[in-house]
């Protein structure tokens, strides 16, 4: 079922870490009882757009997209273990024996159940922009079709069903409990890695589709500690590049699609679920609190752009505030542009900057990211606490 986001989304909608400026349509994808095909409009004006494919896991295995020069059509979804190929995007090829391929590529899945998130980009917040963004989003169809390839031996999985997520457990216990009704059908993107992961699980006591909870276990200490690891682990130095002017972004192995990096993937569920790759998008991050500037009640930062962040022509840059639980923080400004928007903000909307209650930090001037200093503003801060801002490309 796809589910169009028609408006703007908004801070009320947490179901993951968005924006503002692109529109988004989904879909829970399950390939239980057969395959899907998928059919990508003519986005003809040169605007961003992407359909990134996420397995049950979260990886953001492979992606059709504007930004890897993907070609318009029809693609059919399938397991890559029913076609005995590797989990990504195949694309077709025109040839002596078959001129007129029926499908533009294959979107081979890691998992049997996973999920699509469309984004379209915006250029203008207006009635008739929107207009042309919803008749791309009305072409967007995925139909059921029987299974081309199956394995013999395959477990045969359920199909996704209200029933199939009752649990009459409660919490980090429910979570257990349906990841061990999920994961036999859902084996590792890395599938050599699929013994270890069985091993751990069983550990935790998953096994057979059924969570026993080991004795003299405390969930709510193994669910500190587990997130205390993730954090650190995204912040050893031989995945993090270092930007200039305080940013920072991970590297493309911890970026989107994990590998063998669960406790990175942990870290980002809980951060910024279901990241794009980096084929697609990077994310510098500059992190106000214990990592950066503690900004008090009546501060603000003043972002300084020492020149245009470099996007091809058909992409796009943003600058996004998210609050303490790292979603949308509100505000008014419209902290976002493309390529054909100008980069200054008009003067009505600039951030009073004439009284700062203490002297700017000085860092060195690198562009892209922008430097960031302190000034006083109580009209735009927010409440004291860790806030991160985002600055995408």
Known sequence: MLIPYVLFLSPVLTSL??????????????????DLEITIPNITDNRFWAFPFYDFYGNNFGSV??????PVGTYLIR??????????????????????????????????????WNRILVRQNTTA?????????????????????SQPGTLPAPPLTAELFASNKTGTAKLLDLLARFAQFNQPEVLSDAYRVASILGLAG????????????????????????????????????????????GTSNISGNFGVDYAVRAYTAETGYLQLAEDIAVYPVYKSGPAG????????????????????????WSLTLYGEVMFLFPQHLPLHTNHLRPILTPRSHRTNTSSPTRSPATKSAIAP??????????STAPTPAERMVLFRF
């Open 293 to 316: 500037d503690a900004l008090e009640g009546d501060e603000a930062l003043l972002f300084t752009f020492s020149g245009r962040p470099p996007v091809n022509v058909d992409g796009f």
């Open 206 to 249: 998953l096994a057979g589709g059924v969570y026993t909870p080991p004795a003299g276990v405390n969930l709510t200490q193994v669910v500190g500690a587990v997130s205390a690891n993730a954090g650190l682990t995204t912040s050893t130095p031989k995945d993090t590049l270092v930007l200039g002017n305080g940013w920072y972004t």
């Open 369 to 378: 990211p922008p430097s960031a200093s302190t000034t006083a503003d109580s």
């Open 79 to 116: 397991r890559a273990s029913d076609a005995l190929v590797q989990p990504g995007i195949e694309y077709t090829t025109p040839n002596a024996l078959c001129p007129y391929p029926k499908y533009t590529g294959y979107i081979n899945f890691p998992t049997t159940y996973g999920s699509l």
């Open 129 to 149: 922009d929107l207009d042309i963004v919803h008749s791309y989003q009305r072409n967007i169809s995925i139909t059921p079709v029987p299974r081309q390839i």
């Open 17 to 34: 870490m968005l924006i503002h400026h692109q529109v988004y349509t989904t879909s829970i994808l399950d390939l239980s009882q057969h």
């Open 65 to 70: 997209s504007i930004a890897v020069v993907s």
